[in-house]
């Protein structure tokens, strides 16, 4: 496959699990090494570079798995929130943590993105709700600033408040000018947030769709795989 997500859009790559969605953002990200083809991020080919060069050269990733790939959940929610950060000069001095810095910037980050624990920074991430560690790992990402935002999967398993104050950030962040990869499976989701649809089915993509020119209907079976661009399968 082949495309491109240009700023100031919402690209959603949709499909039902399995399709290779999972392959695809492990190559994207650099969690599992591609084939073949390549990975450009503002014309620079970033396919063998290194996960932590790719957090600090304009991706970030809002992981599928948050308890997996997303935070350290026996860390404090401060230490989670500079987990790409805390190499940088202003968290660190020598081979020491400020954590003066650490916890002021992660208090700053709290209240701008109303993460809520029962200890603020230094709450235990793992006693956390699934809402608002998913939060943190929000604004863990957006304020880095991204060139791309890849999220996927973001809304899974959380409750109405939390899935609009998600949506809200991602259209926020493609307002602002930056690209928005979106994994999902979901609908409503494909259909509210997206500029442009890509269908993947079977490791393909099988339809560019543009979501004002389709129903909720026909999306489903080009997931389903009962259909496809020019016809059926």
Not at 73 to 99: C, I, M, P, W
Not at 197 to 213: R, T, Y
């Amino acid at each position: 496959m082949s495309f491109q997500v240009r700023r100031g859009e919402i690209v959603c790559i949709a499909g039902i699990d399995g399709n290779g969605q999972t392959e695809l953002v492990h190559a994207i990200t650099g969690i599992s090494d591609p084939s073949s083809g390549s990975v450009t991020i503002n014309g620079e080919d970033m396919t063998k570079k290194s996960i932590r060069y790719k957090n600090t050269h304009g991706l970030s990733h809002i992981p599928e798995d948050r308890h997996k790939h997303g935070l350290v959940l026996e860390y404090n929610l401060a230490y989670n929130l500079v987990l790409q950060q805390y190499f940088d000069k202003e968290f660190q001095s020598g081979t020491f943590l400020k954590n003066d810095q650490i916890f002021d910037y992660a208090q700053k980050l709290i209240e701008n993105y109303d993460i809520r624990s029962s200890e603020g920074a230094f709450t235990t991430t793992r006693s956390m709700s699934g809402g608002n560690q998913q939060k943190a790992i929000v604004a863990r990402e957006i304020s880095k600033g991204p060139d791309i935002l890849l999220a996927v999967q973001p809304t899974r398993g959380l409750d109405v408040g939390a899935i609009e104050y998600i949506h809200n950030q991602l259209v926020k962040q493609r307002d602002a000018g930056a690209a928005i990869l979106l994994v999902s499976l979901e609908l409503d989701e494909v259909m509210n947030l997206s500029d442009r649809i890509l269908v993947m089915f079977e490791g393909g993509i099988v339809a560019d769709l543009d979501p004002e020119n389709i129903t909720v209907q026909e999306l489903g079976l080009y997931m389903a795989g009962a259909k496809k661009e020019g016809g059926t399968l």
